[in-house]
T-cell receptor, first 110, second 117 residues
Framework: KNEVEQSPQNLTAQEGEFITINCSYSVGISALHWLQQHPGGGIVSLFMLSSGKKKHGRLIATINIQEKHSSLHITASHPRDSAVYICAVRHTGTASKLTFGTGTRLQVTL | DARVTQTPRHKVTEMGQEVTMRCQPILGHNTVFWYRQTMMQGLELLAYFRNRAPLDDSGMPKDRFSAEMPDATLATLKIQPSEPRDSAVYFC???????????????FGPGTRLTVL
């Protein structure tokens, strides 16, 4: 079983829909990252969080440490949100090492 | 606009050849990471450095891969000899790590797409 599991693997939505991507992990962590990988391959860090909730524009990330679960929400989705969204966890006790989920491929259509 | 740079962006080589990939971290960042991404395995950590010292290279096949930081502005990942199964996109990332166990963001380079024939 992977230490970091994401669901769904693939997601298609229409423009304007509210989107949720889930990440569950099985190890102790000090932080969780959400990354976005564009169709061209570039990777951008969206959020880094260790508790509670963070919001940036139309993106919201939440984490429940007790349940070992995080969600990434996109409100009012747009075709430019089409990308692969990757969850990564930083193991407790390691300064910077990340373990990655397999990603969720999101396609937002008009 | 500070960013991580990687060269080359694309590399096609024949099996058995040596491949060297280079990364210039963002000035002032003292942690550098090498990741490999394949369709089958997704993103995997190969090695990471803090203040130019290797902290963890357990994800790297030791017999053919080597990673170094000759100075604070250059990180290299070398494969010798290369094999077709090494075909992947190799990402470098850097980050500030002001406190030993602090939670810090990582900034990714554009990647080197390696194809070994």
């Amino acid at each position: 079983k992977n230490e970091v599991e994401q669901s769904p693997q693939n997601l298609t939505a229409q423009e304007g829909e509210f989107i949720t991507i889930n990440c569950s992990y099985s190890v102790g962590i000090s932080a969780l990252h959400w990354l976005q990988q564009h169709p061209g391959g570039g990777i951008v860090s969206l959020f880094m969080l260790s508790s509670g909730k963070k919001k940036h524009g139309r993106l919201i990330a939440t984490i429940n440490i007790q349940e070992k679960h995080s969600s990434l929400h996109i409100t009012a989705s747009h075709p430019r949100d089409s990308a692969v969204y990757i969850c990564a966890v930083r193991h407790t006790g390691t300064a910077s090492k990340l373990t990655f989920g397999t990603g969720t491929r999101l396609q937002v259509t008009l | 606009d500070a960013r991580v740079t990687q060269t080359p962006r694309h590399k096609v080589t024949e099996m058995g050849q040596e491949v060297t990939m280079r990364c210039q971290p963002i000035l002032g960042h003292n942690t550098v990471f090498w990741y490999r991404q394949t369709m089958m395995q997704g993103l995997e950590l190969l090695a990471y450095f803090r203040n130019r010292a290797p902290l963890d290279d357990s994800g790297m096949p030791k017999d053919r891969f080597s990673a170094e930081m000759p100075d604070a502005t250059l990180a290299t990942l070398k494969i010798q000899p290369s094999e077709p199964r090494d075909s992947a996109v190799y990402f470098c990332a850097s980050g500030p790590d002001r406190l030993r166990w602090a939670v810090n963001e990582q900034f990714f380079g554009p990647g080197t797409r390696l194809t070994v024939l």
